[in-house]
């Protein structure tokens, strides 16, 4: 039975041709039936009863076709039973009309009306049929794709205005040649590519490239140059969409003006143009230079565009926001800090003429506190961390001096770029990478994430994709960033494909050629030459990506995003050049570019109310700055001004002035290793001999992790329990001529192992105005053993003891106050902290990677951060403490500064009132940290508005 | 209230304020596009998965697949030693295991072991460099934050219960050395620090990571709350900005002090198990933290880890004492692994757990690296052991690794894949990469091997480029038919 199906098979095939009968015929024999309505026209009758009955005839054997072919031609899919279904109906239908005609035309039934409305009912269904059978050969959207937007993701017209041009001409000019070979080249990218590209070969055919296409693959050679019928490709382009050998798939085929072209392309000769193909949109290179519009009432440039742009998009300009929302807002974007009450007081009094252009220049002129609120935005964007992977086997390099002098001079940002990209020892920690030990994936070898960290930090590009395969998501390939990777490499780079070596060299360029050449001999030759090609002022780029981060900072939301993808549409692309030409014209001046935005209108308009997220990914229509969270370290550097410093220690200390500050502990030893120790008791010694001089004074600096009892010369001399906290004090009358022993018993907390550490200064000051210091170090001895009594006097023989092990400061960072001058009330500012599991759970990010936006939502694990977490409780404890001793338990005066502090304004008589009661006359100090805790985590305070 | 009901409308809550949560990612939506859609959900074996790491590198011919025995002897050649202890009997005919693994090897008619895993080559080994690997399937660096599998679960499948993070990771402290690369895969990465661990370094105090802060009174810290909220009514309210934006943050607090004021959070406490129980599984804190394993495998937790703990030249990682300190790490996993499974299995949890061990890499007293592939030698060592110090497996070796399953649909007595006799004991039978462990875990979870997000432009999936085939013939599939098994898991 089966060597038989075959035949089924065929005939089933004979259903697409045979449905046309039955849609014909009944359509027909409807429409003249329309036309007899009312007697009229009766020589038609006859023909449409023929025209019912054989329609009907066909309609059963078009559906038993169908079936067939459903059934030996492997179809499925609900589309295939729907159009099952409708058909089996018309036919039926088609059957009951002729029935129902016999029976008019036998007296049975007494006018047609009956038979009518079936065979409206009838063709109803067949058009339904028609159409899903229609769906089933030409695809879903065959219908649909045409109707005005709904065009396909490319742009179609292009090729039909193509098409239209070249066939008016007898032979084809070589421009004309290469737009046609261009447009095909085209349709094969939106076509072909997610089968026939480098990274995948299906068939063993590639279609990205010259040899590829000429090569042909499985069924031999694609393309027969002059002779399409001979072409393979066309051949498999034009085969019905029901082939199983049709291109680009079964089910779809390319549109008729597409196969045209490629009939074309291959008739005259499938000449092959030299110029790239962009099958993604590129943003121009170079800036446009608009004009300021005129926009009457606005006399800032920014203002000029954005009001156009509203006039545009018929917005209004909102009022302005208040001095207080202002200041608070320019505080956190220029300094990162909260304003005190007092200058928020002083600058809502004042009445001089552009007081908030005045703010502005007095913050962009406190350089410290500038450069600490932005240095964080630049570590993310240069991935510069005080801590991370590959510092443990020199695999990676700090840049945080340059840089924060770099800021702090406010160096020009062109001349930023080309001392990142052509590096001094001080910078060269960008381009160097991370270098884990051992051997790495070729696209992650350190020249690539050199490539990869210029092309996303400082250009807006995505060269990552690229590093691997030609990119999917824009128009760079693999040969481009090996190109622009050999760079940077010492010697010529081979071109690897997913980590597979492909045999072939890369040739050195950079991304954008048309700025200049970057060939030479050398590294240092070529950085050279890169760093000064890449600044150029045609370089648009550059400035645009740079221009677009700062207004997404300021702003909320970049005029172009994701801001890593500059070849997006921006919401205003004058705005933009505009900015970036602007920036460019100052002079590169990073400073000038954020007053630039500030100063202007829109950035003091309220923050704009959008519905939902989406609103602000897609769709986007500026109407004012979007509301934005603090940062980790704003956030923290907020708690510090606030309740008290949040922590004690930097990893990089800006205000040098260093003391030596390795910590030391007893030595302990597992398995013959240097281990964590354990909680418990150690005792350290030191013995030193003074000269015989009068001392004038002596002071000690003193932090133990955990705890430490201090003895000179077997006298108490100071105690704590707080590594955070610097003891100090004077020990001039302890001291004595000859020989001195200083005595430290420590205790080690916790449960487990974990670190722990002394820090121990002391300065002596003679009367003849020579200077001694005396450090923790290494020539320190220690014992875990409880010694006997006198241990802590000179006299005690400590020869079984052994030397401590010393800690350097990994663990603990510098301590801000471990100095012989008092600091007043500053404190650690968070960008300066090592990562800290706080500001993690905040948000910021561990950088390994670039990281150009913060995670700002609001996530589970952080607000467990908040609520339970140790560290936080434990500031806002000790905070409570110094609170009540500062304002001597007054709780209304507790509750006003609280107010001001961290919100910038007074209580409302509600909220007083709640405050009073938790707090009572007498402030508890858990009642206050509650307080504290309460108005912290307040949407209030966490916004910037 | 009614208790239940209170409890139910907590879910639903929960589960809703979750789901709006994830749903307001505001960077992580713009850049990751999910691959959901047509993707056929797979049927589950497993709901929740322990590891159990056996960090630093552990030697197979010295705990799971043990080889010719040579005892100590001064003068003894380093290349005859293969094993430092005797072969010892297990529940399952033909499976032997090293001497001190006897409780483990008790429990082993419960589970199935691999023997041929291959850690990838690195070339100079840095252990967290391969542990990275293990845990994320990728190798270090990447252009982009690779997730840690714990992560990409947690995202996939979120908490089993709403009040246990989906991933908790225990028993390791991130204050050792190379602390800032075990940082570096104890991470989310791109999918967003919702889904990264919860981390718990010392299990005895885990219930301090979901309580109210120490020191705080239920009544205060519930009355704290109420203070909050009420300022947050009262206070001015923004005009501007978006009701989202919060509503998220508000959203977040509110999920958090519902998890902390929860009953539920005594799961964490070990104090509830009786003595007996307590003490069997005390060996230090690995033991405690299969207790608290146990505990929460019981009470909805998703995915779970208990380190030995990583410290560079310490626990597995022995370069000098290797047979005596391995006694001792033998005595630290044996007692309270074998009686997780012996737990859970009598409160027939393990049927939906999946419990797997495995290390980093393998050791061998001779071979650095692997065989062709000889590495940079990081602690020299004699050929003619004169000392018992030198007496161990001392050198990193990347193949031929043990790796121990029980639960979760894995087939019962299963042993897959072999090692050879003689040295260096390599792989010689269906050898295992990670991709197929990973897979192999999500394919018991009911995970898409296809699942993935796109990430800068780049499709990022659990096991690179999607291409990971799970191990069948654990789960009882043999993999001769391996094609229609694939096929019928992926549509049915």
């Given at each position: 039975m089966e060597e038989f199906n075959w035949i089924l098979q065929l005939l089933g095939r004979f259903h697409p041709l045979l449905v046309h009968f039955p849609i014909g015929l009944l359509v027909v024999a409807l429409f003249f039936e329309l036309l007899t309505i009312g007697g009229k026209r009766p020589a038609l009758r006859e023909g449409i009863h023929w025209m019912v009955y054989v329609g009907a005839a066909f309609g059963v054997l078009a559906a038993l076709l169908g079936w067939l072919l459903r059934t030996y031609d492997d179809y499925s899919g609900d589309l295939v039973t729907n159009h099952q279904n409708v058909g089996i109906a018309t036919a039926v239908f088609s059957v009951i009309t002729a029935l129902l005609l016999r029976n008019t035309l036998n007296g049975k039934l007494s006018d047609y009306r009956v038979y009518r409305s079936g065979l409206m009912v009838t063709v109803i269904l067949l058009a339904v049929a028609g159409h899903l059978g229609a769906n089933l050969t030409h695809g879903e959207d065959y219908l649909t794709s045409v109707l005005p937007g709904n065009k396909d993701a490319y742009d179609n017209s292009k090729s039909v205005a193509l098409l239209a041009e070249l066939k008016q001409s007898d032979s084809l000019s070589e421009i004309q040649q290469d737009k046609l070979n261009l447009e095909v080249r085209a349709i094969f990218a939106h076509n072909c590519y997610q089968c026939h590209s480098e990274n995948k070969q299906k068939g063993e055919l590639v279609l990205e490239h010259k040899e590829g296409v000429f090569k042909g693959g499985e069924s031999g050679p694609a393309i027969v140059a002059g002779k399409p019928s001979e072409s393979e490709l066309y051949r498999r382009v034009t085969l019905s969409p029901n082939d199983d050998e049709v291109m680009p798939k079964k089910g779809k085929v390319l549109k008729d003006n597409e196969i045209a072209l490629i009939k074309l392309w291959i008739q005259n000769g499938a000449h092959w143009s030299d110029q790239a193909l962009k099958v993604f949109p590129e943003a121009?290179?170079?800036?446009?230079?608009?004009?300021?519009?005129?926009?009457?009432?606005?006399?800032?440039?920014?203002?000029?565009?954005?009001?156009?742009?509203?006039?545009?998009?018929?917005?209004?300009?909102?009022?302005?926001?208040?001095?207080?929302t202002f200041i608070r807002r320019v505080y956190m974007d220029v300094i990162g800090l909260l304003p005190e009450p007092e200058a928020i007081a002083e600058f809502a009094n004042d009445s001089i003429p552009d007081k908030r252009g005045a703010l502005i220049d007095t913050l962009l002129g406190d350089t410290h506190n500038y450069t600490q609120n932005w240095l964080s935005f630049w570590n993310d964007l240069l991935r510069n961390d005080y801590s991370g992977t590959g510092f443990i086997t020199g695999g990676r390099k700090q840049i945080t001096d340059w840089l924060y002098s770099s800021l702090q001079e406010n160096k020009s940002y062109d001349q930023m770029v080309k001392e990142l990209v052509n590096p001094t020892d001080a910078s060269e920690g960008f381009i160097k990478g991370i270098q884990w030990r051992g051997v790495v994936n070729a696209s992650q070898r350190t020249e690539m994430q050199a490539a990869q960290n210029i092309g996303q930090s400082l250009l807006g590009v995505n060269v990552k994709c690229a590093s691997c395969h030609n990119s999917f998501v824009s128009n760079l390939t693999l040969a481009e960033t090996y190109g622009f990777a050999s760079i940077f490499a010492d010697s010529v780079l081979e071109l690897n494909r997913c980590d597979k070596p492909l045999g072939k060299m890369a040739k050195v360029n950079f991304l954008y050629p048309e700025l200049g050449d970057v060939e030479a001999e050398s590294v240092k030759e070529r950085l050279s030459k890169l760093s000064e090609v890449i600044i150029k002022p045609e370089n648009g780029r550059l400035y645009r990506t740079i221009t677009n981060r700062f207004w997404k900072r300021l702003?909320?939301?970049?005029?172009?995003?994701?801001a890593d993808e500059m070849d997006n549409e921006p919401w205003d692309s004058d705005l933009l050049d505009w900015l970036a030409s602007d920036f460019i014209a100052s002079g590169y001046d990073l400073k000038h570019l954020i007053k630039q935005i500030i100063t202007s209108k829109a950035y003091q308009l309220p923050t704009a109310h959008y519905e939902k997220l989406e609103d602000i990914k897609s769709n986007y229509v500026f109407k004012?700055?979007?509301?934005?969270?603090?940062?980790?370290?704003?956030?923290?550097?907020?708690?510090?001004?606030?309740?008290?410093?949040?922590?004690?220690?930097?990893?990089?200390?800006?205000?040098?002035?260093?003391?030596?500050?390795?910590?030391?502990?007893?030595?302990?030893?597992?398995?013959?290793?240097?281990?964590?120790?354990?909680?418990?008791?150690?005792?350290?010694?030191?013995?030193?001999?003074?000269?015989?001089?009068?001392i004038t004074s002596a002071k000690v600096l003193v932090s133990v992790d955990h705890s430490h009892t201090l003895y000179i010369n077997d006298k108490k001399a100071s105690e704590g329990s707080d590594w955070t906290k610097v003891y100090r004090s004077d020990v001039t009358p302890l001291l004595l001529k000859g020989e001195n022993?200083?005595?430290?018993?420590?205790?080690?907390?916790?449960?487990?192992?974990?670190?722990?550490g002394i820090l121990f200064s002391m300065k002596i000051i003679y009367s003849d105005g020579s200077e001694m210091i005396l450090n923790s170090d290494k020539s320190w001895k220690s014992t875990a053993e409880e010694p006997d009594q006198g241990w802590t006097s000179v006299a005690f023989d400590d020869s079984n003891w052994v030397e401590v092990r010393n800690y350097g400061t990994s663990n603990w960072g510098k301590l801000i106050d471990f100095s012989f001058e008092e600091h007043n009330g500053e404190f650690a500012r968070a960008s300066l902290v090592q990562q800290h599991p706080f500001m993690k759970a905040l948000g910021r990010p561990s950088r390994e990677n670039v990281a150009t936006s913060r995670d700002d939502q609001a996530t589970l694990l952080q607000a467990l951060e908040l609520t339970n977490g140790e560290f936080f409780n434990n500031v806002l404890e000790e905070g409570a403490g110094q609170w009540l001793k500062r304002y001597d338990d007054n709780s209304e005066k507790i509750v006003d500064e609280l107010y001001q502090k961290s919100l910038g304004r007074k209580p409302t008589d509600d909220e007083k009132e709640i405050m009073l009661a938790v707090l009572g006359n007498q402030p508890k100090q858990e009642a206050l940290q509650d307080i504290f805790w309460s108005t912290l985590i307040l949407p209030e305070f966490q916004f910037i508005n | 209230m009614d208790e239940q009901n209170t409890r139910r409308d907590f879910i639903k809550k929960m589960t809703a304020a979750s789901l709006a949560a994830s749903a307001t990612t505001i960077p992580l939506a713009s850049f990751l596009s999910s691959c959901t859609g047509t993707?056929?959900?797979?049927?589950?074996?497993?709901?929740?998965?322990?590891?159990?790491?056996?960090?630093?590198?552990?030697?197979?011919?010295?705990?799971?697949?043990?080889?010719?025995?040579?005892?100590?002897?001064?003068?003894?050649?380093?290349?005859?030693?293969?094993?430092?202890?005797?072969?010892?009997?297990?529940?399952?005919?033909?499976?032997?295991f090293s001497k001190g693994l006897e409780s483990i090897g008790s429990v082993m008619d419960k589970g199935?072991?691999?023997?041929?895993?291959?850690?990838?080559?690195?070339?100079?080994?840095?252990?967290?460099?391969?542990?990275?690997?293990?845990?994320?399937?990728?190798?270090?660096?990447?252009?982009?934050?690779?997730?840690?599998?714990?992560?990409?679960?947690?995202?996939?499948?979120?908490?089993?219960?709403?009040?246990?993070?989906?991933?908790?990771?225990?028993?390791?402290?991130?204050?050792?050395?190379?602390?800032?690369?075990?940082?570096?895969?104890?991470?989310?990465?791109?999918?967003?620090?919702?889904?990264?661990?919860?981390?718990?370094?010392?299990?005895?105090?885990?219930?301090?990571?979901?309580?109210?802060?120490?020191?705080?009174?239920?009544?205060?810290?519930?009355?704290?709350?109420?203070?909050?909220?009420?300022?947050?009514?009262?206070?001015?309210?923004?005009?501007?900005g978006s009701d989202y934006q919060r509503e998220s943050l508000m959203r977040s607090m509110e999920?958090?002090?519902?998890?902390?004021?929860?009953?539920?959070?005594?799961?964490?406490?070990?104090?509830?198990?009786?003595?007996e129980v307590y003490d069997t599984y005390n060996t230090g804190r690995f033991g405690l933290g299969c207790l608290l394993a146990k505990r929460l495998a019981m009470n909805g937790g998703r995915f779970i880890s208990v380190s030995t703990e990583y410290e560079p030249f310490l626990g597995w990682d022995t370069h000098e004492n290797g047979h005596t300190r391995l006694v001792k790490m033998k005595e630290l996993i044996d007692r309270p692994i074998a009686q997780l499974v012996k737990d859970l299995d009598e409160s027939g949890h393990l049927?939906?757990?999946?419990?797997?061990?495995?290390?980093?890499?393998?050791?061998?007293?001779?071979?650095?690296?692997?065989?062709?592939?000889?590495?940079?030698?990081?602690?020299?060592?004699?050929?003619?052991?004169?000392?018992?110090?030198?007496?161990?497996?001392?050198?990193?070796?990347?193949?031929g690794s043990s790796i121990l399953m029980w639960g979760g649909g894995v087939e019962k007595g299963l042993i897959y894949g072999k090692t050879a006799d003689e040295r260096p004991c390599s792989s010689i039978e269906n050898p295992v990469v990670i991709d197929q462990v990973h897979q192999s875990i999500y394919h018991a979870l009911g995970m898409h091997p296809e699942t993935h997000y796109t990430i800068e432009g780049r499709p990022f999936y659990t096991t690179p480029d999607g291409h990971g085939k799970p191990i069948l013939d654990l789960f009882g599939k043999p993999m001769k038919n391996s094609k229609n098994q694939d096929k019928e898991a992926l549509t049915s």
């Open positions: 121009a290179l170079a800036l446009e230079s608009p004009e300021l519009p005129k926009v009457e009432g606005q006399s800032h440039p920014v203002d000029k565009l954005i009001g156009s742009y509203f006039e545009k998009n018929s917005i209004d300009w909102s009022e302005s926001v208040d001095d207080r702003m909320g939301r970049g005029i172009v995003e994701p004012g700055p979007v509301l934005r969270r603090m940062s980790a370290e704003q956030f923290s550097d907020a708690v510090s001004q606030v309740i008290k410093p949040m922590y004690a220690a930097v990893a990089f200390n800006p205000k040098g002035g260093e003391l030596p500050s390795s910590r030391i502990w007893h030595r302990e030893i597992k398995f013959d290793r240097d281990v964590l120790p354990e909680p418990g008791k150690r005792y350290f010694r030191k013995t030193i001999t003074l000269p015989n001089k009068s022993t200083i005595a430290i018993e420590g205790i080690n907390e916790g449960t487990i192992a974990n670190p722990a | 993707v056929p959900k797979i049927p589950s074996t497993a709901d929740t998965v322990i590891l159990l790491w056996m960090a630093g590198g552990m030697a197979h011919t010295e705990t799971f697949d043990p080889k010719a025995y040579v005892p100590y002897e001064k003068g003894v050649e380093s290349k005859r030693v293969l094993s430092t202890f005797p072969k010892v009997p297990t529940a399952v005919d033909g499976l032997d199935a072991i691999i023997r041929s895993y291959k850690s990838a080559d690195l070339g100079h080994i840095l252990h967290t460099r391969h542990q990275y690997h293990w845990h994320t399937c990728y190798e270090p660096p990447q252009s982009v934050q690779a997730p840690h599998i714990g992560a990409w679960i947690a995202k996939e499948l979120g908490p089993a219960n709403p009040v246990i993070p989906p991933f908790i990771a225990m028993g390791q402290r991130f204050t050792v050395g190379e602390a800032e690369e075990l940082k570096a895969f104890h991470s989310a990465g791109f999918l967003g620090s919702e889904y990264g661990p919860f981390l718990i370094p010392d299990p005895s105090g885990g219930l301090e990571s979901v309580r109210p802060p120490q020191g705080m009174s239920i009544k205060r810290f519930e009355a704290r709350y109420k203070l909050y909220k009420e300022l947050a009514n009262k206070s001015k309210v923004m005009e501007s999920q958090s002090y519902r998890l902390l004021n929860s009953p539920e959070a005594k799961v964490f406490d070990l104090s509830e198990e009786p003595k049927d939906r757990t999946l419990i797997i061990l495995a290390s980093e890499f393998s050791r061998d007293a001779i071979m650095e690296g692997r065989p062709g592939e000889q590495v940079q030698d990081q602690v020299p060592q004699p050929d003619v052991i004169e000392d018992e110090k030198f007496y161990g497996m001392h050198r990193h070796f990347t193949d």
